[in-house]
């Protein structure tokens, strides 16, 4: 009866093991990687920001309007004059530095990628342009 005795006491002090998860660990990681994704998301964001014309006011009369035109082939051209694109920064900058308004309208062909517009801007805003239209 001693072994018998000596198997029930040993079971009373060892308790039985249990196959459940722990998922307490789990969720905390979860967490933790949900409230690292929510402050990385909007360091992310690029964004330029546009302001559309409205279409009932009539045009206003002042300096003449500058026009960066991109064709299908990757050539540019301000009011139809061809500009090289290593030589469309200083193009700009003397177009612009002398000029109290600082607007242009970028014209771009629908076959462009929109990477090729984009970097376009990135310069004339180099350059000192304050306001990009895309008429």
Request: charged fraction near 20%; glycine fraction near 6%.
């Amino acid at each position: 009866m001693s072994t018998v005795a000596n198997a029930l006491r040993t079971l009373r002090l060892h308790p039985a093991l249990t196959n459940e998860i722990n998922v307490t660990p789990m969720i905390d990681v979860l967490l933790v990687l949900l409230i690292i994704f929510m402050a990385a998301i909007p360091s992310m964001r690029k964004s330029i920001d546009v302001q559309l014309p409205d279409k009932s006011s009539p045009p206003t009369e002042g300096t003449p309007s500058i026009v960066l035109q991109l064709d299908a082939a990757g050539a540019y051209a301000i009011n139809g004059s061809p500009v090289r694109y290593d030589e469309l920064s200083d193009r700009l900058h003397a177009i612009y530095d002398a000029r109290p308004e600082k607007v242009l309208f970028v014209k771009g062909n629908g076959k462009l990628r929109y990477g090729d517009i984009v970097a376009a801007m990135d310069v004339a805003r180099g350059a000192g342009v304050k306001v990009l239209g895309i008429p």
